[in-house]
């Protein structure tokens, strides 16, 4: 599998282009996502937001799970429910601005084998997003109960690699106490996915031991 050097896809899209200084130059989500087809996101990167975003249309989570994905994601700056989307609506609008970018270019996003089952892969992801937790929140807050029933849900759905994506951004933004062990862990969840070494060390900062 190709190495993945960095943070990639839906996760990289919350929090690259949904921050302060995005939302002081444009007026509406939909502009940001829009902007950021116009400026410089190449053909793979859409690609693989729209995989990530049909994938979590697809998947069973509720919308008001995957709307508080996305708003923790994005460090609270975008909280989707404050124009009366649920997640589920916003990630379909994320795939209906990026998808004429694709039909340009003649690509077209299949999701057909995406899910894993295999308890090889599930398990460890699973053992690592049941220690999610909250010590730093949002003005409007957002239950780490809820939260982490979301990433157990999307590796039950099938999405281990998008719950542990989920879970190294949303540890970030919610400064999630890293033990040495629970690092241990998610290294090893994290070689089916081919993580480069700097998506893993974004957390070396929350490490408490």
């Keep these: ?43 793979p990167v859409i690609e693989q937001d729209v995989h990530d975003a049909t994938l979590l249309v697809e998947s069973p989570l509720t919308g008001g799970q995957l709307a508080a994905l996305w708003t923790s994601a994005t460090d609270g700056y975008h909280d989707v429910t404050a124009e009366g989307r649920d997640g ?21 996003v299949s999701t ?24 730093s929140n949002f003005a409007r807050p957002v239950e780490e109960d809820f939260l982490r029933q979301a990433l157990e ?8 690699e998008l719950a542990l994506r989920f879970f190294i951004s949303l540890a970030q933004t919610h ?14 969840a994290s070689v089916p996915f081919g993580y480069g070494v700097f998506i893993l060390q974004r957390l070396e900062h929350l490490i408490t031991d």
Excluded: C, K, N
């Design 112 to 135: 057909e084998g995406a899910l894993d089952f295999r308890p090889e892969v599930a398990d460890p992801v699973a053992r690592v997003v049941r220690r999610f937790s909250i010590t």
């Design 175 to 188: 400064d999630t106490p890293i033990t040495r062990d629970l690092y241990a862990e998610i290294e090893r």
């Design 1 to 43: 599998m190709e190495e993945r050097a960095d943070d990639f896809g839906i996760t990289a899209l919350a929090a690259g282009r949904f921050h302060a200084v995005w939302w002081s130059r444009h007026p509406t989500s939909d502009e940001i996502i829009a902007q950021a087809v116009r400026e410089e996101s190449p053909v």
């Design 153 to 160: 849900d999307l590796v039950r759905a099938g999405l281990p």
């Design 88 to 108: 589920r609506q916003w990630f379909q609008r994320i795939i209906e601005i990026l998808t004429p970018a694709l039909d340009a270019a003649g690509v077209r």
